[in-house]
């Protein structure tokens, strides 16, 4: 009977030391990682109140200022992106999804650099009423959020 308890035991120690072992694995394998793996999103209130560092990889969502958008001869855009607490300006190189436009809502990846946002991808959206949730809820948390009239926005 004290060699079932002992085997108990012994099973139990085992099971606990693997369990330790692959949680510590998967600790290691998320601090090899590189940095640009882990990507925030930030509303351009945050931004403009705590501006990242420009090395810093990350999301920037709101809705496009009317009358914003400058395009240059090339395929350079400057626009302007605001949750309504406030306003940042955006340059991007390359091509622009078909559904951007003034008043319309975008999510850019890139860095924040010399008080403009340098995007290197504007994330396409799926249609005239889906909206990202980080850019639903920075708009809602200013109070500027307004659903399209088909109903709630998508996400």
């Given at each position: 009977m004290s060699g079932l308890k002992s085997?108990?035991?012994?099973?139990?120690?085992q099971v606990i030391g693997l369990a330790g072992v692959c949680v510590a694995a998967i600790l290691v394998i998320l601090a090899m990682l590189p940095e640009e793996s882990f990507q925030f999103f930030r509303s351009p209130s945050e931004v403009a109140e705590s501006p990242p560092p420009p090395n810093e990889l990350f999301r920037i969502g709101g809705l496009i200022v009317e009358g914003s958008i400058e395009s240059d001869t090339g395929e350079t855009?400057?626009?302007?992106?605001?949750?309504?607490?406030?306003?940042?300006?955006?340059?991007?190189?390359?091509?622009?999804?078909?559904?951007?436009?003034?008043?319309q809502g975008m999510v850019g990846q890139g860095r924040y650099v010399n008080d403009t946002f340098e995007a290197v991808e504007i994330l396409a959206r799926h249609d005239e009423t889906?909206?990202?949730?980080?850019?639903i809820d920075a708009l809602k948390e200013q109070g500027q959020y307004v659903a399209p009239d088909a109903g709630d926005a998508t996400n």
């Open positions: 085997l108990k035991k012994t099973r139990r120690i855009v400057r626009f302007e992106v605001t949750d309504g607490g406030a306003v940042i300006p955006v340059v991007y190189t390359g091509i622009l999804p078909d559904l951007f436009g003034d008043g889906y909206m990202p949730k980080e850019v």
